[in-house]
């Protein structure tokens, strides 16, 4: 029997994305149609992580976060995954404490990178993420530099994502202003681009992106599959 999968949500649509995919794709992990592993998923307000966030609180993050940790423990869920790359800054400070293992996201991306042959890759994200050493440690673990946008794009990039993409609100403006950012960035030499925020992807993607994605939503959500399917093997 394959794992069961909890997810600590903290945003609908990045949420969402993360579980959709686990769903449709788990057929191709077991082999059998419309099949997928057991999943839970428990989040808190978005409005108690944007609080605590917005008050440099990650010790009431991680709390929120360790509560649906425990929750999902209760539902019977083997290990857990974040489908929310800004708040693992808070996961160093419940990880001893959690119920459960987890699978850190930027881990995940750090190794699809450098199964890739990336040598420099760029970050999108929160304002708060692209600042945070969550990137920069897991990227040169494996050999991969980053670059990040400059404090300008920093500032437009979260507003975006804060105040639309997390809202379900889907611009065009939005798009083409990734994708300015997202050439600048090719400019520097960077050879692909992380989607650091789970929402991104729902704008974002290699048809339109001017360099190849890693997108931390659906990279997680197969690294959890796999994780369900093969243990911790």
Excluded at 105 to 122: L, T
């Amino acid at each position: 029997m394959p794992q069961h999968i909890g997810i600590v949500a903290c945003s609908a649509e990045g949420a969402a994305l993360c579980y959709r995919t686990i769903c449709v794709e788990g057929a191709r992990f077991l082999g059998r149609p419309d099949a997928h592993p057991e999943v839970s998923m428990h989040t808190h307000s978005l409005a108690d992580y944007v609080a605590c966030i917005d008050d440099d609180d990650w010790r009431g993050v991680g709390e929120l976060m360790l509560s649906s940790a425990q929750k999902l423990a209760t539902m019977g869920a083997d290990f857990l995954i974040c489908p929310d790359n800004t708040i693992h800054q808070a996961l160093p400070h419940i990880e001893a404490h959690s119920p459960l293992p987890w699978l850190h996201i930027a881990e995940v991306v750090a190794s699809d990178a450098a199964a890739r042959g990336f040598r420099c890759v760029g970050l999108t994200g929160t304002r708060s993420l692209v600042e945070s050493d969550i990137y920069p440690e897991k990227l040169a673990a494996r050999g991969v530099e980053l670059v990040r946008p400059n404090a300008d794009e920093r500032a437009e990039l979260d507003r975006i994502i804060m105040h639309e993409l997390v809202r379900s609100v889907f611009q065009p403006e939005a798009v083409a202003y990734f994708q300015r950012v997202i050439e600048r960035l090719k400019g520097e030499g960077c050879e692909a681009v992380v989607l650091g925020c789970t929402e991104i992807p729902l704008i974002i993607n290699d048809r339109n992106s001017p360099l190849p994605t890693l997108d931390s939503t659906r990279l997680l959500a197969r690294a959890a599959l796999r994780r369900a399917v093969q243990g911790n093997n």
